[in-house]
């Protein structure tokens, strides 16, 4: 009797959510379609035969937003954990490597992203030094890495923080050296704990990859924008737009998932209206 309730409870929550959604989306949609703008609006974003002609090429482009976005994730996970440690670092010795790594945190999160990519990709090779990079897409790479850095250092600090004293205390008793404790059993667990806000970050990460287009290197969005200024027609900029979804809708998906779980770890009970 019980699980035959269940279930009725369930297929009613089903049925209520499934009707909303349509109710909602189909008054959405006939707004939409009514407006005295639609045919307009259609025409300029919605043209089917410019998004056959332009999409090969801000596909193309994409591909290039996709191996930046993995390089520089790469580097702002490596970079992100050491600056996180030396700011959890309690030594003495380090306190000029601390204060260092507040400031690198303090620029990196207080400048806007776009004021970096430009600052690092025009200011870079204006200072004419040997060995440094000039190519356009390496040094917007540098510029995400630096912002984003700083953020994810934040996430993996809050992490460690959050990690119970005791969890040294063991280690340390067990005969681990600090540093040995750390790698072994705090960045793990601290690690394991932030992966939802890691993956928040990288999803503003992959969305943010485009701004390296102001430097000129021809990624989805910079080969979308000149093919919509050819002919004042932007479907090509809906096409990059649908791609990177295609990216962050099922990385939002995972970081549901994974919030999910956590909740279902500690035990949080959730209480259907």
Sequence with gaps: ????????????????????????????????????????????????DDLKDSFPDVLKGFWLDVKLFVIVEACVLVLGLVVALVRTTRAPAFFPLRLLAAVFCDVARGVPVV?????????????????LPTDALVLGGMALTFSYSGYVAEVYRSG??????SQMAGALALGLTRGQALRHVIVPQAVRRVVPPLLNDFIALQKDVALVSFLGPMEAFRVAQIDAASNFVYTPLVAAAVLYLFVTIPMARVVDHLQAKSRRVRGVVEVAA
């Design 115 to 131: 004021l970096l990519v430009y600052l690092v990709g025009f200011g870079v090779p204006a200072l004419d030094l040997k060995g």
């Design 160 to 165: 460690i923080d959050a990690v119970h004293p």
């Design 1 to 48: 009797m019980r699980a035959a309730a269940k279930r009725q409870r369930a297929q009613r929550r089903t049925t209520i959510s499934a009707l909303s959604t349509l109710v909602v989306l189909g008054g959405l949609a006939a707004i939409l379609v009514t407006s005295p703008g639609w045919h307009e609006v259609r025409t300029t974003y919605f043209a089917w």
